[in-house]
């Protein structure tokens, strides 16, 4: 079986790395996620131009983001995604016991756990939510816009599962700790 290799900057596109350059300006580093999608130019630039436009005029605060990060990458079973939205979590505020309470849709914000409830059901079901979660999402007061930015949110999550547990590259995170 192929290992997949985390590249170095040297070993992508120009425009790769110049992408790669700014995000590691940004974050201090590049995650080695970031710099595997890099072996395709046009893959990293969509996730991350999605990742800035889920983030302005959204429906959902950077907290609530990163509550759906964690159970999308927990329904996924991607340690990678787990590890990272784990810390940047934490850097939102929520705690460790928060970050297990949300990938285990216990949270104690009903109406977040809403949302997380939802996720879940969507991830899981290969998109097809439970109709009784969707009422209850409506019911909360969220409304079409935040449905669509929703499923955009899951998508985009699980993209990035998808490129680890097919690609396996080094997780370069502290690990989260595991539920069962």
Do not use: W
Request: glycine share 4%; aromatic share 8%.
């Amino acid at each position: 079986m192929k290992t997949i290799q985390t590249p170095s900057l040297d070993q992508v596109s120009e425009k790769s790395r110049t992408i790669l350059e700014q995000v590691q300006k940004k974050l201090g580093k590049v995650p080695n996620l970031y710099a595997t999608i890099g072996y395709s130019s046009s893959a990293l630039q969509a996730m991350l131009d999605s990742e800035t436009a889920l983030s302005h005029d959204s429906s959902f605060t950077a907290k609530e983001r990163e509550a759906i990060n964690l159970i999308v990458s927990q329904v996924n079973d991607c340690a990678y995604c787990l590890a990272a939205h784990t810390a940047v979590a934490k850097m939102k505020g929520f705690t460790e016991e928060d970050t297990i309470a949300i990938r285990k849709v216990q949270y104690g914000d009903e109406k977040l756990n809403t949302v997380i409830l939802l996720a879940q059901s969507i991830t899981a079901n290969k998109g097809a939510a439970e109709r009784a979660l969707l009422d209850t999402f409506f019911e909360a007061g969220y409304d079409e816009k935040a449905l669509v930015e929703l499923i955009s949110l899951i998508t985009l999550r699980s993209f990035t599962n998808y490129v680890f547990v097919n690609t396996k590259v080094p997780v370069d995170f502290p690990a989260a700790k595991q539920l069962y």
